[in-house]
């Protein structure tokens, strides 16, 4: 339990309470993710996958359609955080301002932080911009003057490399663009995943920023762990990535343990079975079975992961390709014991 009771989070006029977020996970945290996250509650503030800006733009002018990832967006509940990636201010000002006025997104979030190839070497985007202080100035400050009074938030790892670490410059910037909060993962890019996130090096940030918040995000995978962010490293919020993959009750967990109170235990092997297959039905119902069971392997071995027969779990369920399949599969090795 936390010594001090820990206060809602502040970006620009909005109230995030609990100030714990779900971070934006591409091919992950799509509108039924999303769905199952609030029905456990717990998440302050949940927010998309990342939308290329340009890809937006091109589809709107081609094909006169809105990406795919922005499924649900326009009508689930409040707050929503929509994150977008690109290196062209230009672009990334017309997407935000449609967001905002077509879409009433409730944040814009804008991506400093993939570490894939495909957006670092091959776009010029993601962490490659943490590189350049000055673009990254000039990508805030568009989108906040034309999203305003919409938040804008950026999200960043700590450098580019061990031997380039550069987020307190960085800091810096994104608050002098205007931004209204700033998330930190705690690794940098050439880190990819590997080690640990070092969050005495994120805790460090908050002596660089004036008013806005810092948001700690890196290896958060318990609410004991949520509570030591917040009572040891001083910052104002966290986000939580993989482990609320295949456990979307943890933030429930981790807004309990802020509040003191008893942490609500996991879900019976038999519950989360169930919402492995609640899951499955919004996918099915947006993409059809078809598609939607190839979808589902990749979550439904989260769901499994950790528990003993996980690992033979998976090898079945990968291979999948119909609602038959699928039922048959769960039915017959989904893991139904907790880890050793
Ligand atoms: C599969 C996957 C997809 C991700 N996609 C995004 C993304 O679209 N935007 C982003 O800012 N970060 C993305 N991330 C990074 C996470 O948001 C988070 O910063 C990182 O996983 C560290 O947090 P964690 O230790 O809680 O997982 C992704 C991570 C994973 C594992």
Redo the contacts with the bound molecule.
């Keep these: 339990m936390p010594a001090t009771a820990i206060a809602p989070l502040k970006i620009g006029n909005l109230t995030i309470d609990p100030p714990i977020l779900q971070?934006?996970?591409?091919?992950?945290t799509n509108a039924a993710f999303r769905q199952i996250v609030r029905e456990f509650g717990g998440a302050g503030l949940l927010a998309t996958?990342?939308v290329n800006a340009r890809g937006f733009v091109w589809l709107d002018e081609h094909e006169a359609e809105h990406p795919d990832r922005l499924w649900g967006v326009a009508d689930e509940p409040r707050p929503l955080a929509v994150?977008i990636w690109d290196n062209d201010a230009a672009t990334m000002a017309k997407v935000g301002a449609r967001l905002v006025e077509e879409y009433g997104v409730s944040v814009v979030d804008i991506?400093f932080?993939?570490p894939v190839r495909q957006v670092t070497e091959k776009a010029h985007s993601g962490s490659y911009l943490l590189r350049e202080p000055q673009r990254m100035h000039a990508i805030i400050s568009q989108l906040v003057q034309v999203c305003a009074p919409t938040p804008v938030t950026a999200?960043i790892r700590l450098g580019c490399h061990p031997k380039n670490i550069n987020c307190d410059e960085i800091a810096r910037v994104v608050e002098e663009a205007g931004a209204a909060a700033l998330t930190v993962?705690g690794r940098t890019a050439a880190d990819m995943?590997r080690g640990h996130?070092d969050w005495d090096r994120i805790s460090e940030i908050k002596a660089h920023l004036k008013n806005i918040p810092l948001i700690g995000?890196?290896?958060?995978d318990s609410p004991e762990k949520v509570v030591t962010a917040f009572e040891k490293y001083n910052v104002d919020a966290v986000m939580?990535?993989?482990?609320c993959l295949g456990r979307p009750w943890l933030f429930s967990q981790a807004a309990a343990a802020l509040r003191g109170e008893p942490i609500p235990p996991e879900p019976t092997m038999v519950q989360q079975r169930d919402v492995m297959l609640h899951h499955y039905r919004l996918v099915v119902d947006r993409f059809g079975e078809e598609k939607a069971t190839i979808l589902m392997r990749k979550y439904a071995c989260c769901y499994a992961q950790g528990k003993r027969g996980a690992r033979h779990f998976r090898t079945h369920v990968a291979k999948v390709s119909t609602e038959a399949e699928f039922y048959a599969v769960v039915e017959e090795h989904f893991p139904l014991s907790p880890a050793d």
């Design positions: 971070a934006p996970m591409a091919g992950f996958e990342m994150q991506n932080g993939c999200k993962h995943f996130a995000n890196g290896d958060l939580i990535a993989r482990a």
